[in-house]
């Protein structure tokens, strides 16, 4: 069984930094592209990072940046370093893994295997 586990997340004031991660267990961690997600109150959930195997990135346009994805194939981590944070990055952070041939290059081609972790706040105010 597949487990995501998100920590790092916090309260931070506007243009401060955090650095999210995620552990992914009962996979072969190697293979896969991998994203984070975010979800305001109110609003979807969104692929803000993604990141292939060989670490090819991309970002949406909100982000970018400001946003790293990184990841440790040696530990099955993948990061988020947010610096310059604002208020609208407010939301519960998700990592998950992506499919979808091009879904790196654009979002709208990804899709997820629908198993979630429980997710870390990451909250922006003054």
């Known amino acids: 069984q597949v487990q995501l586990v998100e920590s790092g997340g916090g309260s931070v004031q506007p243009g401060g930094s955090l650095t999210l991660s995620c552990v992914v267990s009962?996979?072969?961690?190697?293979?896969?592209?991998m994203g984070w997600y975010r979800q305001a109150p109110g609003k979807q959930r969104e692929l803000v990072a993604a990141?292939?195997?060989?670490?090819?990135?991309n970002y949406t346009d909100s982000v970018k940046g400001r946003f790293t994805i990184s990841r440790d194939n040696g530990k099955n981590t993948v990061y988020l370093q947010m610096n310059s944070l604002k208020p609208e990055d407010t939301a519960v952070y998700y990592c998950?893994?992506?499919?979808?041939?091009?879904?790196?290059?654009?979002?709208?081609?990804?899709?997820?295997?629908?198993?979630w972790g429980q997710g870390t706040q990451v909250t922006v105010s003054s």
């Open positions: 990141i292939m195997s060989a670490g090819r990135t």
């Open positions: 998950n893994r992506l499919a979808g041939i091009g879904c790196v290059e654009d979002f709208r081609l990804c899709t997820n295997f629908g198993s």
């Open positions: 009962g996979t072969v961690f190697t293979i896969h592209t």
